[in-house]
């Protein structure tokens, strides 16, 4: 079993339509978790972390269950913009100590 | 503020060649890591740094990869003789701790083919 899955995708959907990613991880001791967003031959860029308690930023929600090791990422109101590669991460570090593991990427296609 | 540096950009040899790429961190960061990102997948970390130790290089292959950070500020990664399997872009990141909840900040990569 990989230590963070995603599903590949692509996702095509049309601008304002709400989309979901998943993400699921192997470690049940990891604390911290990550959305991360590359585009097309860049370098990716934290996106926004996942509390426990879920955290919104503007049109993008994200979401932890730990009792079933999942991660979620909500995006509404879609934008040309956000074509990109949403990378799920997973920091399996010991205690204080930051170790990144990157599932494989979900690509997002938005069109007209 | 200036970002992550990483030279060169692209870089194209045969296999069994050698090569080697240079990162410049954010300045004042300490800690500094290399990842190995392959098409279609996320990145993998090769070898973290904190100052000029390494903290963990457990997914470094040994027998053909090398990293240094002498300084404490910039590193050099090689990989000394180079397979097809090599090819991938190599990202290069800092943070300025090690440290839960210290954002790890990328380079632009070096995309390197190997023939």
């Known amino acids: 079993r990989k230590e963070v899955e995603q599903d590949p995708g692509p996702f095509n959907v049309p601008e304002g339509a709400t989309v979901a990613f998943n993400c699921t991880y192997s470690?049940?001791?990891?604390?911290?978790f990550f959305w991360y967003r590359q585009d097309c031959r860049k370098e990716p860029k934290l996106l926004m972390s996942?509390?426990?308690s879920g955290n919104e930023d503007g049109r993008f929600t994200a979401q932890l269950n730990r009792a079933s090791q999942y991660i979620s990422l909500l995006i509404r109101d879609s934008k040309l913009s956000d074509s990109a590669t949403y990378l799920c991460?997973?920091?399996?570090?010991?205690?204080?100590?930051?170790?990144?593991?990157f599932g494989t990427g979900t690509r997002l296609l938005v069109s007209p | 503020e200036a970002g992550v540096a990483q030279s060169p950009r692209y870089k194209i040899i045969e296999k069994r060649q050698s090569v080697a790429f240079w990162c410049n961190p954010i300045?004042?960061?300490?800690?500094l890591y290399w990842y190995q990102q392959i098409l279609g997948q996320g990145p993998k970390l090769l070898i973290q740094?904190?100052?000029?130790?390494?903290?963990?290089d457990s997914q470094l292959p040994k027998d053909r990869f090398s990293a240094e950070r002498l300084k404490g500020v910039d590193s050099t990664l090689k990989i000394q003789p180079a397979k097809l399997e090599d090819s991938a872009v190599y990202l290069c990141?800092?943070?300025?701790?090690?440290?839960?909840?210290?954002?790890?900040?990328f380079g632009p990569g070096t995309r390197l083919t190997v023939l």
């Open positions: 300045s004042g960061h300490a800690t």
């Open positions: 996942v509390y426990s």
């Open positions: 991460v997973v920091n399996m570090g010991e205690t204080g100590f930051q170790k990144l593991v």
């Open positions: 470690n049940s001791a990891s604390q911290s």
């Open positions: 740094f904190q100052n000029n130790g390494v903290v963990d």
């Open positions: 990141a800092s943070s300025f701790l090690g440290g839960e909840g210290n954002e790890q900040f």
